[in-house]
C-alpha cells in the first residue's frame, strides 16, 4: 500500500513540475499583441521562382484552417492584425554530381519573413527570418524548370515554414 502510495505522489510530482513549468505544445498559444484574428494577403515574391507566392500563402493559410481556424478573419476589414509575408529567396545548390557537368542531388533552400501588423499599419510582431531546406533528387532530362522532384522540394520547404511561422506566431513565451 505504501509503495503505490509513493509512485503515486512520484507520478503527481512529476506532472506537476512537466506542467507547472509552462510546457505547452507548440502552436497552442495565443496571438500576440491581443490579435484575436489575422488576414493573410498573398504574400510577397521576391525570389526568382514565379508563382511560389500562392503556394507559400496557401500553406500558411492551411496551418490556420487545421491547427486554429478561429483565429483566422474572413477579411481584412474583420481582421484585427494582418499577416504579411515576404519570401526573401529561394535558393538551389547542387549538393552531389553523378558527372562533372551533371547534378543528381540539390537542395532547395526557402528564407520568409512574416509580420503582424494591426490594420493602421503599425507592427506588432515580426518573425525574422524564416529558413527551411529540402533535399531532392534531379529528374532524369536536368530541366531545371520543369522538374517535378524540385516543384515536390518547394511544396515541402513551404510547408515547413508555414508550420514554422505558425509554431513561432503562437509561442506564448
Given at each position: 500500500?505504501?509503495?503505490?502510495m509513493?509512485l503515486?505522489?512520484?507520478a503527481?510530482t512529476?506532472l506537476?513540475?512537466?506542467?507547472?513549468c509552462?510546457?505547452?505544445?507548440?502552436?497552442?498559444?495565443?496571438?500576440?499583441?491581443?490579435?484575436s484574428?489575422?488576414f493573410i494577403p498573398?504574400?510577397?515574391?521576391r525570389s526568382f521562382?514565379t508563382?511560389?507566392?500562392?503556394?507559400?500563402t496557401?500553406?500558411?493559410i492551411?496551418q490556420?484552417t487545421?491547427r486554429?481556424?478561429?483565429?483566422?478573419?474572413?477579411?481584412?476589414?474583420?481582421a484585427?492584425?494582418?499577416?504579411?509575408g515576404t519570401i526573401v529567396f529561394?535558393s538551389v545548390?547542387?549538393i552531389?554530381?553523378?558527372t562533372v557537368?551533371?547534378?543528381?542531388?540539390r537542395?532547395?533552400t526557402?528564407?520568409?519573413?512574416?509580420?503582424?501588423?494591426s490594420?493602421d499599419?503599425?507592427i506588432l510582431?515580426s518573425?525574422?527570418?524564416?529558413v527551411?531546406?529540402q533535399?531532392?533528387s534531379v529528374?532524369a532530362?536536368?530541366?531545371?524548370?520543369?522538374?517535378?522532384?524540385?516543384?515536390?522540394?518547394?511544396a515541402a520547404?513551404?510547408n515547413k515554414?508555414?508550420?514554422?511561422?505558425?509554431n513561432?506566431?503562437?509561442?506564448?513565451?
Open positions: 500500500m505504501d509503495r503505490w509513493g503515486g505522489w512520484l503527481a512529476a506537476g513540475l512537466l506542467f507547472g509552462g510546457y505547452h505544445f507548440a502552436g497552442s498559444g495565443s496571438l500576440p499583441a491581443g490579435v484574428q489575422v498573398v504574400m510577397e515574391n521562382e508563382g511560389v507566392e500562392q503556394i507559400f496557401n500553406d500558411l492551411d490556420f487545421r486554429r481556424p478561429e483565429f483566422l478573419a474572413e477579411s481584412r476589414q474583420s484585427d492584425g494582418i499577416l504579411m529561394l545548390e547542387n552531389a554530381r553523378s557537368s551533371s547534378a543528381s542531388e537542395r532547395i526557402g528564407n520568409v519573413n512574416l509580420r503582424l501588423t490594420p499599419g503599425r510582431w518573425s525574422g527570418a524564416i527551411e531546406r533535399t531532392y529528374a532530362g536536368d530541366d531545371a524548370a520543369l522538374d517535378p522532384n524540385k516543384a515536390a522540394a518547394i520547404v513551404s515554414i508555414a508550420e514554422s511561422a505558425f513561432r506566431l503562437t509561442d506564448d513565451f
